[in-house]
Structures are given as structure tokens and as C-alpha cells.
């Protein structure tokens, strides 16, 4: 397949691509990574008439921490964070959520911050999103500057919170202090597919009793799935196995998700069940 | 030659590294892709599609500007038309484009040209294409049910969309059936695939106005047959048509097909005399190019007590889709499945029904083992199952059931040449220690581990000539009228040897990746003690090299690689005769070593090959035997086949609450007969496994009950990747069997046709706790998780046949 005929233009500053943006923003598209606009592009599933490359705009990347927050460049790849030791309960998830993006070569180039404006429900960094509640920066030529809960900006399908003028600039996530055990455990057909069923978890443990509990689920629901079921299932009890495996089937009661090629509805409740317990074991004793 | 001990004294046998490679490695490689990238005023052509799986084409149009043709432009090309001369065969024509029906999505309605890639694609956008759909058929219960829509309107003989019903039944069957101790009972399927070539199809056809001739490159198994084919369709001299299959990235059977699009880039290029390629997509590539293995196999075995299967019963049904594929054929997979059935098995009593049933699917052709890796899961399933409801080893079972003596008649009347179907199972057993593995399986059933471990046997027919092929129709006679079937077979080859005493060997064979070039420069050789490197093979150029049938079935390694031999040992023998007269002594003390002729026995040093070499063709006048003036030798090569044979070993670990099967380990005891290459060998066994594995565990082609293929990307369709192959343990044994001159047998299709049964018997094993097993691959992590929670066998799901509806739907 070849893409239909586009435009390119690659802004030197956030500034200058918020402008060109603004002309046209229906008909434009930002460009990052590429990781799944080409593929799309050469499908001809999409058909901008402009991409905007924002590749070449600096400080879009890179992570930094403040007020208890690590900030995400929107523009980081996927590979840096897989390679940053970042400290606690969060580098860990951020690590093992990394590895588990696509290929290798996929790595080196798609971004962060592309995923979550991307907005697959079964992407690792959308689950990551939804799980710490994380906070969108977003801007445009005309309005400036706004910031966006992840309750809020994953909308549907594909679909975000997010204006076609404006451009994802950072993402935001709250350390986890060393009381939090974190992970993800995810079910593809084969070694870096798109995930089924994909779960993260973040649990907070305090003298024995669960202070926090998150569970959120890819692959079941449109956009990635709080499970308030499991979540509440685990708060306020006494940490053990038994008291996962219960969460675990209260997150199977809780969904309901669709039914492809890969699995029906009934197969992805299984795994839901089989992998939120998984997600809370691939933490290392060091997290715990 | 000397080196250490274990190495050969020839060159056959050891695991040189393949002369191609070097090029291929370093991206020196010329595929169709480079041919029109450095053709740079050629056009481009792109193919509009159905989008309907049925249906009646009303208009095309396109907007002014836009080159386009459809079959009205076509009206003076002949359909492609392949038969067998058999009563229950239906003959179909299949138009290079479509005239006024579609029959499945992808089928080529008109091929639109521009200047670019991007320009044609852009154009295909612009084009309109009206087609009031008809009801689909969609599966074979459908098909054959009463009041099915016909796919073709044509006469079928039997049952509706029926073209293929062979039938053997054996005279003692319904004795030895209705005696038997017990009859075992199963049904096996498998969804259906896509050979999935790393290099979709790709042509490119240039036009020379000087000689009026065309040139088509195109990634081909059969470059000969290709021309022919279009030949025929266009009414051509085969003369006025060059074909050449450069470097061929991958075929697997998929590219031995005559390629509807091929005729019409060909047809477009001399209308417009201009070149023009055509690179199909991906998507393309699994709508339109060639599916395979839609089978459903009913087998009954009729045992004794002590596990001696007396008499087979199969009901066998290909889905072979909307078209008959040229040149073997919609009868290739059902008439290899009744043939074959049997596979290493003694088998006395043998009744087989055998259906090729058309539906509104892209059209089935050969990939890889064709019918046999069903023919085998068939088989070693109903070993399994019978071992257990017999309470017999199942190794045992095996064991008392294959053929010892050679060579062995089969019921459908093949004969099977010396092999070793006991000494493999015995080997494979003995590497996989089973009284090990049984303790691990325990161990890990413990913990709540699904271990399990799954054998195979089989037979892989390899290197079959004209016989067989011949044995696939009635008997016919040549008359006046061109001979109705194609019949392939033979392989012929030119060696010849220029002044410097360097080799030129043209064969009719069409190496795609199996470094042919590398195995006939051993071969050739070892005959005239020459080196590899003073030999060059070339094939694959209609211009250049013999009538020859191409690469596939497993053949070129037996029957080109025999007429090589042939060819050698002709030109050995002018080599003797011319250096015996000069060295005295007869031609038969003459031999030839290091590039040398020298009386055996003698310290003399002899006379150079390439001194002989050239005063053949400089000092003609003064040849001792007043022969050619050339060095020059035919080789021809036509066996009736031989059975290479192997055991397969899976041991499988599968995870009951996701469903996923991960192979731990996986063992081959092979017999190919003599090693020509062991690495390239291996590379074979290897690659066949990654196949077999696909076919067990990954791909599949799934149409929804409108006939659209959802799976058309390699997002949806699942090749495994290195990361999903297991290690592979390899031990050979070598049968030299009379039936191949080199001792050579084929064994390009093995690993293929084996490891799927492995697999599904593995999984079966794992599961045992839960009482299901695998009965249809691929067994994908939510079906095997579906027989978990279900306690039901992993069987096919079949689609609904519609209730008959005779009004029709129009749309768009």
C-alpha cells in the first residue's frame, strides 16, 4: 500500500508547529513516533493531507520529577524509559511496561506520548495513564496551555480529550512511594503483538492492610478499564494471595468486552482473571 | 582430498556453505522489486478487486484520463483452463479478469496503469465499480446442501459444488471392518492458510518493439510452465514470451500457480508497448494469492485387540474455493489426501471418499505438503485415541502398525521404496527418553503444570515424475488435438564445460531459496573432481535453459539433481576417453581428481581437465575419438517418486488458564536417504517446522459468513516469529533406496507435514487431566482455553448453512 498524497512539514519550535497546526487542524496530523500513523497512512485507513513532524522541536522529550510528580516529555520513546532507572514502585511499572511495547526496533522510535494520544484501549501506556490517574499537558496556538485527567481524556476508540489544534506535550504521574507494589502482566499471541487482555495493577500496602488498590484492564472496553470492582474488593483488607485471586474475579464479573478473531468475550474474562493476579507477581521482591 | 577423518572424501555429504548466500547476505540479490526500480520510465499496474465474495458485475467506470482495462478490452485473450481426464472432475475456465461475475473477494476485475506506484494506487481510488451481489457460498455444508447457489454454472456430475469425488474402496474393506475388535473414531480439521512468502507476487513485464518480444520477470516456481500458460492464453509463439524468475523470496508452492495478473501485466504491456510492473501488497497477497488446507477429515479405524489397525475408512473434504488453479489443478489436495491417507502405515483394507468442493473463497493451490500435514494429524490423532481406548503404549500402536518390508504396495496402489519407519520412531523415542519426560510431567502436574508430549510418523512422497503425475488421470492417448492435461514431471539439463574447463549447467529447475545451485555443484563435482566454484548453475531463464517443470513437490534435489548426475557422468566418461588416449591406458583406468585426469595407480601427474578442455574446442581436428567438438551432455531424469520418511517429537507446556501452548522442546529423527548437504538439509527440517508450527499454534484465514477474509494484514494473520520456534534436536538416518539415482531423497516438505500431528498430540497429552484433546489446529490459545472450561475436544466450529433464499440482494 501507498499512503494518498499528504503535505510534510517539520517546525523547528512548539510554537511554529502550533501555528501550522491551526491552519488546517482537521486535515493534519502530528508525527511522531509513526508507529501506528504510517502503518495507518499506508493503509490508507487514514489520509491526512498534512503531517506535522514534531521530531525536530526540542525539550519534547526526556523525564523529569517535581512536587512528587514525574513529568514525561510527550516525545520520549519507548525505549528510554525501559532504560532509565527511575526509582520506586514507578520505574518498575515503566520498565516492565516498556519491554512489552512492540519490538525492539519499534522502541527506538515510538513515543510516549504518541501512545496515549493514539488511544488504543489495549496500549500499555494508556493503561499506565488510566492507572495513576496521570495528567495530560496539551497545547494550542489559540488557547494555550490546559492540563487533562486521564478520567477524562480517553474518550472512545481512537478518541481523546484532546482539540485536532492541539499537541500533547507532557504527561505527568505521581511517584509511588515504596509502600505501592506495582505491575503489569499482559497475553498476546505472540512476543510483541498488541495485547488480547492487558492488566496493570498498583497496590499499596501498609502494615499488612491495602491502603490503595488500582487495577486497570486493556482489551476489554473501548478505552482502558478502571476496575472499581477489584479495587474496592482489595481496600481496606489484609494483603494475600487469596485476596488477589478475589479481585481478580471480581474485575472478570465487572467487564464486557468484546469478541474478535482472537478470543470472545468469555476467553478475555478469563484472562482478565488470569492475568490481574499475574500483574501484582511480576513485581520484584526489591519493590515490595 | 585430505582433512580430518570424519569429513568426507567428496564433496556430497558435507555442509558446505551455500554458494548463494554471499550475495544474498550482502543485499546483492536482484528480486522482481529491483528490476522495476532500475527500469526507471516503466509504468505501473494495480488490480481492482470484488469486494464481494459473489456476485454479477454490472459496470465499470472510470474517469477520463485513468488507463484502464477490464475483459471487454481482454475480449480476444483465452481463458486459463487446467483439467484431469477423470469422470468425477469438474472442468471451470477462469477469465484473466473477470467477465460478468465475481466468485470472491480479491478476484481481478480490471488492472489500472500509471506512471508511479502512488499514481496507480491513487487511481484505483477513482474507479467505480457496479455489481449487484448474489448469495454467497461460504463453507462446503453449504455448498453441497440442496438449493445451494452454484458457484459456476456448469454441470456437476454428484452433488451440487461438487468437483472433485474420488472414491477407493478395497475388496476385503467390509469383512475387516465389520470383524474388528473396536472402531476408533475421530474428526480432524484445520483452518485454512496462506503460504505467506516473505515476497508477495511481483512481475514486471517489458516490451521490446525491435523483436515484438515480451519479457515478464515475476516471482515463479515454474518459470517454463508460466510461459506456456501465457502463452496459450494470448495466443502467442511460446518464442515472442521471455520468462526469468530472478532471486524469488520465498514460495513454498504459492508461486507455482499460473498468476491470473501475470497474464493480464503481460496482455497490457504488449497492448501499450510499454513495461510495466506490478508489486502486490500484503493485503493483496491474502486476498488473492492462493489458499490452502480448508479440509475436514471423518476417520474410522477398525482394530484388533492388540492395536493392528485392520481397515481405514476417510471422508475426506478440501474447500478448494472459487477456482481451478493451473497447472495441478483443484484436484491437488483431495486426490493427495486419498492417495496418501495411509502415510507409513500398513493399512490391508482402505475405503476413502475424497471431495474437492468449490465456495466463494479465494481458490486453493499447492503450499508445502499440500493434504499430507492433515493426512498425518489425521493419522497419528486416531493412533493416539486408539492407544488409548485400547490401553495400548503408544509408541507400541506405532510400532506394530508401520511397514517393514519394501518395497510396500499401498491400498491406492503407490509403491513405497526402502525407508526406515521403525529405525526414526525408535530413534525419536530414544532422544526424547519418555521415562524422563513421564516423571517431569508428574512432577509438574504437582505443581498445576500442563506438560505433554505428542509423536508423529510419516511419509513424505518426494522426487515423483511423470508417473505420478500421470496416475492422477485416466489413461489418455495423443491424437491429432493438443493432449487436454498438463502432466509434469521430467527434468533435463545441459552441462557443458567451455576452453577453460569451467562448467555451465542449465536446468529446468527453479531453486527459490533451497541452495540448488550449491547441492548440483556437489553432485556434478564429485563426477569429474572438479570444485563447486568452477561450476555455474543457471536456471529460471526460459531463454537459457531447458523445458523443465520448476521447483516443487520436493523434487529438484531427486529427480534435477539425478539428471545432473546423468549429465556428469556422460561428460566424465568423453573426459576418460579423451585422456586415456593420451595418457594410455583405457578409459576406465582414467580417473578424474583435483581437476585432473590420471591413470589410477600411476605417480604420474596427468593431464589438466582444462588442457582437455580446450584442445577440444581449439585442436578439434586432432580429437582421438572424432567426437563433438564440444563438451556437451544431456541429462534427463524422470522418476516414478520415493518416500523420504521421519518421526516427530513435541514436548509442549500449555498454561490452562490462558490457553497458551509454549513448545519446550522438539525432536526430528529424519531419513532423507543420502545427504547431499546436511546444513542445507537441517535448513530445510527448520524451516518446515516454523510452517508446521504456524499451521498448529498460529495462521489462519478466517472469512465471516458474507465471504469477506478478515484476516488481511500480519496484524490478524499470525506467522510465528523466531521468538515462538523451538530449539530443534536433529538425528538422521540415511536409507539408500534404488528409487533415486543419487540416493538422494526429497525432503523439503517434512517438517511441514509433520509437526502439526506432533503438536495436536502433545497438547492432547497436556491436557489429558482435563479429558479433551486437539482435533483441529490451530489450536489457538482460546480454543484450547474454550475445551478447558468447556470439557469438550477442541473441534472445527462449523458456519451455519444458510436456509436457501432465492431472491437476491442488490447493493452499491
Same mark, same amino acid.
Given at each position: 500500500m501507498k499512503p494518498s498524497p499528504f503535505e510534510y512539514v517539520r517546525p523547528e519550535t512548539l510554537d511554529e508547529a502550533l501555528a501550522v497546526l491551526a491552519r488546517d487542524p482537521d486535515e493534519s496530523k502530528v508525527l511522531a513516533g509513526g508507529q501506528s500513523l504510517i502503518p495507518m497512512m499506508n493503509f490508507r485507513l487514514a489520509r491526512p493531507e498534512r503531517l506535522v513532524d514534531i521530531?525536530?522541536? %526540542? +525539550?519534547?522529550?526526556g523525564t523529569t520529577t517535581r512536587d512528587g510528580r514525574l513529568h514525561v516529555g510527550a516525545r520520549t520513546r519507548h525505549l528510554t524509559l525501559q532504560n532509565t532507572d527511575l526509582p520506586g514502585p514507578l520505574g518498575h511499572l515503566l520498565r516492565r511496561a516498556a519491554v512489552n511495547v512492540g519490538h525492539l526496533p519499534i522502541r527506538t522510535r515510538g513515543t510516549f506520548g504518541g501512545s496515549i494520544a493514539h488511544c488504543d484501549a489495549a496500549s500499555e501506556w494508556c493503561l499506565v495513564a488510566t492507572l495513576l490517574d496521570a495528567e495530560m499537558t496539551v497545547r494550542s496556538a489559540a488557547r494555550g496551555e490546559r492540563t487533562i485527567a486521564a478520567a477524562d481524556f480517553f474518550q472512545s476508540i481512537f478518541t481523546t480529550a484532546m482539540e485536532s489544534d492541539e499537541i500533547l506535550t507532557s504527561i505527568s504521574l505521581p511517584s509511588l512511594d515504596d509502600g505501592y507494589v506495582t505491575g503489569i502482566s499482559e497475553f498476546a499471541r505472540? !512476543?510483541? +503483538?498488541?495485547?488480547i487482555v492487558a492488566a496493570t495493577a498498583a497496590v499499596q500496602v501498609k502494615d499488612g492492610v491495602v491502603t490503595d488498590a488500582r487495577v486497570s484492564l486493556g482489551g476489554v472496553s473501548e478505552v482502558p478499564f478502571r476496575s472499581t470492582a477489584a479495587e474496592s474488593a482489595m481496600l481496606g483488607q489484609q494483603w494475600s494471595p487469596e485476596l488477589v485471586a478475589t479481585a481478580a474475579e471480581e474485575a472478570a464479573a465487572e467487564v464486557d468486552p468484546p469478541s474478535d478473531t482472537h478470543g470472545d468475550a468469555d476467553y478475555r474474562r478469563d484472562l482478565v482473571r488470569a492475568l490481574v493476579p499475574r500483574a501484582l507477581a511480576t513485581t520484584s521482591p526489591a519493590n515490595r | 582430498m585430505s582433512g580430518p577423518l570424519s569429513e568426507p572424501e567428496t564433496w556430497t555429504g558435507r555442509a558446505l556453505p551455500r554458494l548463494e548466500d554471499p550475495a544474498i547476505v550482502r543485499g546483492w540479490g536482484t528480486y522482481v522489486g529491483d528490476v522495476a526500480a532500475r527500469d526507471r520510465g516503466c509504468l505501473h499496474a494495480r488490480f481492482v478487486r470484488s469486494p464481494h465474495a459473489s456476485g454479477r458485475l454490472i459496470s465499470i467506470t472510470a474517469p477520463a484520463g485513468v488507463t484502464v482495462f477490464t475483459a471487454k478490452d481482454l475480449h480476444d485473450v483465452q481463458p486459463i483452463r487446467a483439467v484431469l481426464h477423470r469422470p468425477d472432475f469438474v472442468a471451470v475456465d477462469t477469465p484473466v479478469l473477470a467477465t460478468d461475475r465475481v466468485r470472491f473477494v480479491g478476484e481481478p476485475i480490471a488492472i489500472v496503469i500509471a506512471a508511479s506506484e502512488s499514481e496507480a494506487e491513487d487511481a484505483l481510488d477513482l474507479i467505480e465499480v457496479e455489481i449487484e451481489q448474489l448469495p454467497a457460498v461460504v463453507s462446503t455444508a453449504h455448498a453441497i446442501a440442496p438449493g445451494a447457489p452454484l458457484v459456476h454454472d456448469v454441470e456437476f456430475p454428484g452433488d451440487p459444488n461438487t468437483v472433485v469425488d474420488g472414491r477407493m474402496h478395497t475388496d476385503g474393506f467390509d469383512d475387516a471392518f465389520a470383524g474388528a475388535h473396536r472402531v476408533v473414531s475421530i474428526q480432524v480439521s484445520s483452518a485454512r492458510q496462506s503460504a505467506m512468502p516473505l515476497e508477495a507476487r511481483a512481475a514486471h513485464a517489458a516490451y521490446d518493439r525491435a523483436s515484438g518480444r515480451s519479457t515478464l520477470h515475476a516471482t515463479l516456481q515454474m518459470p517454463h510452465v508460466t510461459r506456456t500458460g501465457i502463452a496459450d492464453s494470448l495466443g502467442l509463439p511460446e518464442d515472442d514470451l521471455r520468462v526469468v524468475a530472478p532471486d524469488v523470496g520465498g514460495g513454498f508452492g504459492a508461486k507455482m500457480t499460473l498468476a491470473r495478473e501475470d497474464v493480464a501485466l503481460v496482455w497490457a504491456s504488449r497492448r501499450m508497448r510499454r513495461n510495466i510492473a506490478w508489486i502486490e501488497t500484503r493485503e493483496e497477497n491474502f486476498l488473492a494469492a492462493w489458499h490452502s488446507r480448508e479440509q475436514v477429515y471423518d476417520v474410522d479405524g477398525a482394530f484388533s485387540a492388540d492395536g493392528e489397525l485392520l481397515a481405514l475408512r476417510g471422508d475426506l473434504v478440501c474447500d478448494v474455493g472459487a477456482y481451478c488453479c493451473y497447472p495441478v489443478t483443484w484436484g491437488v489436495e483431495p486426490l493427495m489426501a486419498m492417495a496418501e491417507l495411509p502415510g507409513p502405515y500398513r493399512v490391508r483394507e482402505y475405503s476413502v471418499r475424497s471431495r474437492g468442493i468449490i465456495t466463494n473463497k479465494c481458490p486453493i493451490a499447492p503450499y508445502r505438503g499440500v493434504s499430507r500435514p492433515m493426512q498425518v494429524l489425521a493419522m497419528e490423532r486416531l493412533f493416539d485415541v486408539a492407544a488409548d481406548e485400547l490401553g495400548i503404549d503408544k509408541v507400541k500402536i506405532r510400532h506394530a502398525n508401520l511397514i517393514t518390508e519394501f518395497p510396500h504396495r499401498s491400498p491406492s496402489g503407490l509403491v513405497l521404496d526402502a525407508a526406515s519407519h521403525q529405525e526414526t520412531l525408535a530413534a525419536a523415542v530414544e532422544l526424547a527418553d519418555l521415562e524422563d519426560f513421564r516423571s517431569r510431567q508428574a512432577a509438574a502436574l504437582a505443581q498445576g503444570r500442563y506438560l505433554g508430549i505428542g509423536i508423529s510418523c510419516f511419509a513424505e512422497r518426494t522426487g515423483y515424475g511423470t508417473p505420478a503425475f500421470a496416475a492422477r488421470s485416466r489413461p489418455f492417448t495423443l491424437g491429432t488435438e493438443q493432449a487436454p492435461v498438463i502432466t509434469p514431471g521430467f527434468e533435463r539439463v545441459i552441462l557443458t564445460m567451455d576452453p577453460s574447463g569451467t562448467l555451465t549447467l542449465r536446468i529446468g529447475a527453479a531453486p527459490h531459496g533451497q541452495g540448488l545451485k550449491t547441492t548440483l555443484a556437489q553432485v556434478v563435482c564429485d563426477e569429474l573432481g572438479l570444485? %563447486? +566454484? !568452477?561450476i555455474r548453475v543457471i536456471a529460471s531463464d526460459t531463454d537459457q535453459t531447458p523445458y523443465g517443470w520448476g521447483s516443487f513437490a520436493s523434487r529438484a534435489m531427486v529427480i534435477a539433481g539425478g539428471a545432473s548426475m546423468l549429465a556428469a557422468q556422460e561428460l566424465a566418461e568423453r573426459l576418460r576417453v579423451l585422456a586415456a588416449e593420451r595418457l594410455g591406458g583405457l578409459p576406465v583406468d582414467i580417473d578424474l581428481v583435483d581437476g585432473h585426469a590420471r591413470v589410477r595407480g600411476s605417480d604420474q601427474p596427468g593431464v589438466a581437465i582444462a588442457v582437455l578442455a580446450r584442445d577440444v574446442y581449439h585442436s578439434s581436428h586432432l580429437l582421438p575419438d572424432k567426437g563433438d567438438p564440444a563438451l556437451e551432455a544431456v541429462g534427463v531424469y524422470d522418476p516414478s517418486g520415493t518416500f523420504a520418511n521421519a518421526c516427530h517429537i513435541a514436548e509442549v507446556e500449555v498454561d490452562p488458564l490462558t490457553g497458551r501452548t509454549v513448545i519446550t522442546r522438539f525432536l526430528v529423527a529424519e531419513d532423507a536417504g543420502r545427504l547431499i548437504n546436511p546444513a542445507i538439509v537441517d535448513g530445510q527440517i527448520h524451516g518446515g517446522i516454523a510452517q508446521g508450527v504456524a499451521n498448529a499454534l498460529f495462521e489462519e484465514l478466517i472469512y465471516d459468513d458474507r465471504g469477506v477474509l478478515v484476516t488481511t494484514s500480519l496484524m490478524d494473520y499470525l506467522p510465528p516469529t523466531v521468538a515462538e520456534m523451538p530449539h530443534i534436536d536433529i538425528v538422521h538416518l540415511e536409507t539408500i533406496s534404488p528409487a533415486s539415482i543419487t540416493g538422494a531423497k526429497g525432503v523439503g516438505e517434512g517438517g511441514t507435514i509433520g509437526a502439526p500431528a506432533a503438536i495436536a498430540n502433545a497438547i492432547s497429552d497436556a491436557l489429558k487431566p482435563f479429558q479433551v484433546g486437539v482435533f483441529h489446529i490451530p489450536a489457538t490459545p482460546h480454543r484450547v482455553r474454550a475445551a478447558i472450561r468447556s470439557g469438550t475436544d477442541l473441534h472445527v466450529i462449523p458456519l451455519a448453512v444458510p436456509t436457501p433464499e432465492p431472491e437476491k440482494e442488490a447493493q452499491r
Open positions: 521530531n525536530s522541536i %526540542p +525539550d519534547l522529550a505472540r !512476543a510483541g +503483538d498488541f495485547a | 570444485r %563447486p +566454484d !568452477a
